[in-house]
Structures are given as C-alpha cells and as structure tokens.
C-alpha cells in the first residue's frame, strides 16, 4: 500500500519518529531535535479551557425540516417554506460538573441548537427544562458556585447547594424538576429540549410577537434512578449517541412553538418574560412547525465538539432577544466566554462559521485568515466609497421594543413574585411514586444542609403544596 509520508506540521517529511536524536547510542539528545521538539511542544498545549458551565458534552450533526410556514409571525427565512431544510449542529451537555465527570449526573441537560441558514448562524442554546433557577443574571455566578464542588474538598456538597435555594424561592420550581424523576435522563436522545425564554418573532409587517421554543423527543423521554445510574459508565450517554448515527438509527425531535401577541402578553396572568415560569399550554397552546433529526457524527471531537460556540446573541433577521433579564445577560456572556476560550475568531472554525456569503470590516486577532474570504482584502473600513463592498441593509431591523409605563432606572427586585403555585401546580402532576421518590430524593439533599436551610426549605414546599413538605419532612425522618 502506498501510505502518505509522515510530515512535521509545517509539511516536511520525517525520516524517523521513533527514535530522538541522540550523541552516541547511550548520549543526551541534541538540539537538532527540532522534530521532537514541535511534537512536544504542541503536545503541551493540547488543551483549552473547559467550558466554566456546561463542559461535559456531546454533539452530532443533522437537519431541521419546517412543517408549518411561519410566514405569517417571522421573517425568518429559513422558517417560511414547508418541506424547507437547514442543516443543524446540536450539542447536549450536563452542567455543573467538570470533562471528568459522568453523563448521568443528577442535572439539567444543555440542549444548545445551531441551525446554518442563509442569512445567518441562528443558535438556540437551551436546556431540556422549560425554566430555570433564577430570573436576574446577577444571581448566576454565585449560583454556579454553590452548585458546583466545595472549594476546600473539591466534593459535590448538597448543603451548599440548598444553602442557595433556600435564599432564592426563584429557583423551587426549577429544583423540583430536578430532583424529580426526570432529573437523570438516560441518554442526549431521550430528553427533550426548550429555548426556555421568550424570544420575539417579527413578520415581514413589522408585527412583533413573542415566542417560546419547544423540541420533543421522539424517543420517548427516559430517565434512571439514582442506583441505576451509578451503575453505569461515566461515558455512556456519548457512545448511546455515536452508535445510534452510526447504525442509522437517527434521533429526531418534534419542533413546537407556543406564540403570544404583544396585547396578550400585556393581560397575561405572570411575567411573561419570567424564565422561572412556564406558559401554560392551555393558555398558550402547542403549535408544531417541523422536525429535527442528528444523523452525522462529528470525525473529530475535539475540532467540532470541544470548538463549537454557541450564543444566544446569534439571531436571524425575524428574531430577536426580550425582555427576558437573564436572556438579556446571556446575549454577552456567550461571545465574551468564546473570545477566552476559542480566541477571537472562533467564528472562522468550521464548526461555527456561518454558510451565507459574509461581509464584515473585523479585521485581524489570533487565528485570522481560516476563512480567508472573510477577511477584507482592500477595503477594510466602513463607511467607504467602494460600491461592491459591504453595506449595512436598513430592512433588516426589529421594529422598535415600547417600553411601558414610567421606566425608572434601577435594581428591580422580582421578590414578590409568586415562586410557588406553578412547583406546586408540577407536584400536584405527579402519581403517589412518583411524589415520594420526589420527597426521598431532596431529603437526601438537604439532610446534610444547617437547620436554618431546612426550615426555610419546607416552608416553600408547604407554599407549593402542604403534601409537598410533609413528604418532604418525612422522607427526612422528621
Ligand atoms: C445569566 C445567565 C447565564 C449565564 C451568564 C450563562 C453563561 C454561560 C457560559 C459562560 C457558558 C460557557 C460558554 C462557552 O464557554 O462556550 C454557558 C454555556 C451554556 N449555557 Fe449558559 N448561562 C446562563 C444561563 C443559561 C440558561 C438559562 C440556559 C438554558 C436555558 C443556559 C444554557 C447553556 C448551554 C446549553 C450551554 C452550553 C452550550 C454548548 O453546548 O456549548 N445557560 N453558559
């Protein structure tokens, strides 16, 4: 067979890499080891830094199909045409541990969605929760920390965890969810996903309406007990996922939208920009608009995976952020953590790099040049007299956002806001097991967590439903 000759990186073929070079057979090495030397010194840095959240993960390639035109509340193009395709990268992930930890850790699931359509990467990096913990993103640090290792013993630590709950009634409906049944999934394919805020659509008149992204699993939502999933290895949701798209067998999920007009928005019974809450789907109903299968795994983890940037600011003209407090953080963590992690081109690798005819005047940074049609050859400012270069296209703007009522520019306390009726509405949803597997579950927890905690704890159970904290209380021996 007619093999390819080894090459140093820079192309030049290598005659031995076996064997260092050496001053006599039993001398030390000399300087003329440039080969070892590259091997070595690119070996030092093969890594990056892992994702501060979200850094266990698996991703996979695929399709979005439309099934319903959404002419009528987006402009969006890649959402007008029913039968219309865009090719997709998914990336599933756990959140709170580090790469070393295991696929089935009791934790919300990141279901982060790139979709490459014509005018644009549009990327929707949810969760497999429709809520979360919180709904001021100055809270999100602090609630990572708590959720993460004790930093003295470097051990998970469920009393620092409840010691964060407790001080945040915000977070009940979400920690019910985890703590229930669904709070192990048993693989990426089996979890649904949400984009969890709500976002705006706006149509070719100018009409705004605010949405909510839904994604059902067509595998069936599956989830493990906590002795079940102990029993597994730590890489087993990645290799469920390579040897389902490897033999063919593609995951997919139903696409959904719940919509609200902006009037219906203004008489809704909770904040409808509230990431703690959902819609509930008999006020804002389920409408199916398409499908999204994975079927191509990546050829190499690190460069697709490991290098994919998601980011919640990557819109497409006919949709845009809302009000949303913690979606309106979101839209500059994200680029900020790449430009850390990646560098600040990270949106020429190719995992990420958009497949529409580009036209910007960013110039330059590490890694410049992987796309070299990206980067302006003459003209390199804006604005210029040159006809054929880039030029901003006006019709592309959301219409203006009305800000209601007086706007006073302060720190707005949501502390008053009822936290507990929709945790208790999700209890009250659950059979008798289901219910003491609940219970057993956060006692398990929030034993090991001070008094105080406890007692403040069991007070929102009994908030979200009397049965709620007597399980609770219960299950705790008490
Ligand atoms: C203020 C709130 C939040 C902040 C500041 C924040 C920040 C971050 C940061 C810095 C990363 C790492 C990004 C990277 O290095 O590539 C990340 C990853 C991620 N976050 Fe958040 N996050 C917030 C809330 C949320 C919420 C509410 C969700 C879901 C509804 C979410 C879903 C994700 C997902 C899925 C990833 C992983 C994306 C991937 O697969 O690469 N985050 N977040």
Same mark, same amino acid.
């Not at 005819?357 to 960013?362: A, I, L, R, T």
């Given at each position: 067979?007619?093999?390819?000759?080894?090459?140093?990186?820079?192309?030049?073929?290598?005659?031995?890499?076996?064997?260092?070079?050496?001053?006599?057979?039993?001398?030390?090495?000399?300087?003329?080891?440039?080969? +070892?030397?590259?091997?070595?010194?690119?070996?030092?840095?093969?890594? !990056? &830094?892992?994702?501060?959240? /979200?850094?266990? $993960?698996? #991703?996979?390639?695929?399709?979005?199909?439309?099934?319903?035109?959404?002419?009528?509340?987006?402009?969006?193009?890649?959402?007008?045409?029913?039968?219309?395709?865009?090719?997709?990268?998914?990336?599933?992930?756990?959140?709170?541990?580090?790469?070393?930890?295991?696929?089935?850790?009791?934790?919300?699931?990141?279901?982060?969605?790139?979709?490459?359509?014509?005018?644009?990467?549009?990327?929707?990096?949810?969760?497999?929760?429709?809520?979360?913990?919180?709904?001021?993103?100055?809270?999100?640090?602090?609630?990572?920390?708590?959720?993460?290792?004790?930093?003295?013993?470097?051990?998970?630590?469920?009393?620092?965890?409840?010691?964060?709950?407790?001080?945040?009634?915000?977070? +009940?409906?979400?920690?019910?969810?985890?703590?229930?049944?669904?709070? !192990? &999934?048993?693989?990426?394919? /089996?979890?649904? $996903?949400? #984009?969890?805020?709500?976002?705006?659509?706006?149509?070719?008149?100018?009409?705004?309406?605010?949405?909510?992204?839904?994604?059902?699993?067509?595998?069936?939502?599956?989830?493990?007990?906590?002795?079940?999933?102990?029993?597994?290895?730590?890489?087993?949701?990645?290799?469920?996922?390579?040897?389902?798209?490897?033999?063919?067998?593609?995951?997919?999920?139903?696409?959904?939208?719940?919509?609200?007009?902006?009037?219906?928005?203004?008489?809704?019974?909770?904040?409808?920009?509230?990431?703690?809450?959902?819609?509930?789907?008999?006020?804002?109903?389920?409408?199916?608009?398409?499908?999204?299968?994975?079927?191509?795994?990546?050829?190499?983890?690190?460069?697709?995976?490991?290098?994919?940037?998601?980011?919640?600011?990557?819109?497409?003209?006919?949709?845009? &952020?809302?009000?949303?407090?913690?979606?309106?953080?979101?839209?500059?963590?994200?680029?900020?953590?790449?430009?850390?992690?990646?560098?600040?081109?990270?949106?020429?690798?190719?995992?990420?790099?958009?497949?529409?005819?580009?036209?910007?005047?960013?110039?330059?940074?590490?890694?410049?040049?992987?796309?070299?049609?990206?980067?302006?050859?003459?003209?390199?400012?804006?604005?210029?007299?040159?006809?054929?270069?880039?030029?901003?296209?006006?019709?592309?703007?959301?219409?203006?956002?009305?800000?209601?009522?007086?706007?006073?520019?302060?720190?707005?306390?949501?502390?008053?806001?009822?936290?507990?009726?929709?945790?208790?509405?999700?209890?009250?949803?659950?059979?008798?097991?289901?219910?003491?597997?609940?219970?057993?579950?956060?006692?398990?927890?929030?034993?090991?967590?001070?008094?105080?905690?406890?007692?403040?704890?069991?007070?929102?159970?009994?908030?979200?439903?009397?049965?709620?904290?007597?399980?609770?209380?219960?299950?705790?021996?008490?």
């Amino acid at each position: 067979m007619n093999r390819p000759t080894l090459t140093t990186s820079a192309g030049s073929p290598i005659a031995d890499d076996n064997n260092s070079i050496t001053a006599g057979e039993r001398g030390p090495l000399t300087f003329d080891n440039y080969q +070892l030397f590259e091997k070595l010194a690119h070996f030092n840095r093969e890594r !990056i &830094p892992e994702r501060v959240v /979200h850094a266990r $993960g698996s #991703g996979a390639y695929g399709t979005f199909k439309v099934s319903k035109s959404l002419a009528e509340y987006t402009r969006a193009d890649f959402l007008q045409i029913v039968g219309q395709t865009t090719d997709v990268f998914l990336r599933f992930s756990t959140v709170g541990g580090g790469q070393d930890s295991s696929d089935y850790a009791r934790d919300p699931r990141g279901f982060a969605v790139k979709f490459y359509t014509q005018q644009g990467n549009y990327d929707i990096v949810g969760n497999n929760t429709p809520v979360f913990f919180l709904n001021d993103p100055i809270m999100f640090p602090d609630f990572v920390h708590s959720q993460k290792k004790n930093p003295r013993t470097n051990l998970p630590d469920p009393a620092r965890m409840y010691e964060f709950w407790a001080n945040h009634p915000q977070s +009940l409906h979400q920690m019910t969810i985890l703590m229930s049944e669904r709070g !192990i &999934p048993s693989s990426w394919r /089996h979890i649904n $996903g949400y #984009g969890s805020h709500t976002f705006s659509f706006w149509n070719h008149n100018n009409e705004r309406f605010w949405i909510k992204w839904h994604f059902k699993t067509n595998q069936g939502i599956g989830c493990l007990s906590a002795d079940e999933a102990a029993g597994l290895p730590s890489h087993g949701a990645q290799q469920d996922l390579v040897e389902a798209i490897d033999r063919g067998d593609y995951p997919s999920w139903t696409v959904k939208i719940q919509i609200l007009s902006e009037d219906d928005a203004r008489s809704f019974p909770h904040n409808p920009f509230d990431l703690t809450k959902v819609w509930p789907h008999d006020l804002v109903p389920l409408i199916e608009v398409g499908s999204l299968e994975l079927n191509r795994n990546v050829d190499n983890y690190f460069a697709e995976t490991e290098q994919a940037a998601f980011a919640p600011s990557n819109f497409v003209p006919g949709i845009g &952020p809302s009000p949303d407090k913690m979606l309106q953080a979101r839209l500059l963590a994200y680029q900020d953590a790449h430009r850390y992690r990646l560098g600040v081109n990270h949106n020429q690798l190719p995992v990420n790099a958009p497949v529409c005819p580009m036209g910007h005047y960013q110039a330059d940074g590490q890694m410049a040049g992987m796309r070299q049609s990206e980067q302006a050859s003459d003209v390199n400012f804006y604005p210029n007299n040159q006809g054929e270069s880039a030029a901003p296209d006006a019709s592309t703007a959301a219409p203006p956002l009305a800000l209601e009522g007086s706007v006073n520019v302060c720190p707005h306390s949501q502390d008053g806001a009822d936290y507990f009726s929709q945790a208790g509405d999700l209890f009250r949803l659950m059979n008798d097991d289901q219910r003491t597997d609940l219970a057993g579950t956060i006692a398990g927890g929030l034993n090991f967590a001070d008094p105080d905690v406890q007692k403040k704890m069991l007070e929102y159970f009994f908030e979200a439903d009397p049965d709620y904290a007597y399980r609770v209380r219960s299950a705790m021996g008490g």
